[in-house]
């Protein structure tokens, strides 16, 4: 249920709209799971959702139809679409240049990063590259 929890109280206080540096982060309130959290009863209102407050954007329809089958199958539930979207590289990508850059990448930056942990590469190569820029290392001054 720790998990299940920490995924309500993520969801429960990103905006519905695509993910922003400029919203502040609050924990959720007590006793949030992701049970309670008013989600859409259609599973393809559900994806979308998720694709938006998690990643900032709309699901490729390739992902939409993966999760959407999936769903209706009854071989997915809901908690793992999001914990899956919670630990892709896409994820990991955008949260670190928020965290350290104090914005969203652009696409190439993206497409870049992504295609390095993509092609085997490591996550940590990708955060050490960010530490390294002298874009972050502006934001130190």
């Given at each position: 249920?720790?998990?299940?929890?920490?995924?309500?109280?993520a969801?429960?206080v990103?905006?519905?709209?695509p993910?922003?540096?400029?919203?502040p982060?609050?924990p959720?309130?007590?006793g949030?799971?992701v049970?309670?959290?008013?989600?859409?009863?259609?599973d393809?209102?559900f994806?979308?959702?998720?694709y938006?407050?998690?990643?900032?954007?709309?699901?490729r329809?390739?992902?939409?139809a993966k999760w959407?089958?999936?769903?209706?199958?009854?071989?997915?539930?809901?908690?793992?679409?999001?914990s899956?979207?919670?630990?892709s590289?896409?994820?990991?990508v955008?949260?670190?240049?928020?965290d350290?850059?104090g914005?969203?990448p652009?696409?190439?930056e993206?497409?870049t990063?992504?295609?390095?942990?993509?092609g085997?590469?490591r996550?940590?190569?990708?955060?050490r590259?960010?530490?390294?820029s002298?874009?972050?290392?502006s934001?130190?001054?």
């Open positions: 249920m720790l998990w299940g929890g920490m995924l309500a109280g969801l429960a990103v905006s519905p709209g993910a922003r540096a400029d919203v982060w609050h959720a309130p007590p949030t799971t049970k309670n959290l008013p989600f859409p009863r259609d393809g209102a994806v979308s959702m998720a938006s407050r998690v990643l900032g954007r709309s699901p329809k390739k992902e939409a959407e089958g999936g769903l209706r199958s009854g071989e997915v539930k809901r908690d793992m679409v999001l899956a979207l919670f630990a590289d896409e994820f990991f955008r949260r670190l240049f928020l350290l850059l914005r969203p652009g696409r190439e993206l497409k990063r992504l295609g390095h942990l993509r085997g590469g996550r940590r190569a990708v955060y590259n960010l530490l390294n002298e874009e972050y290392r934001t130190l001054r």
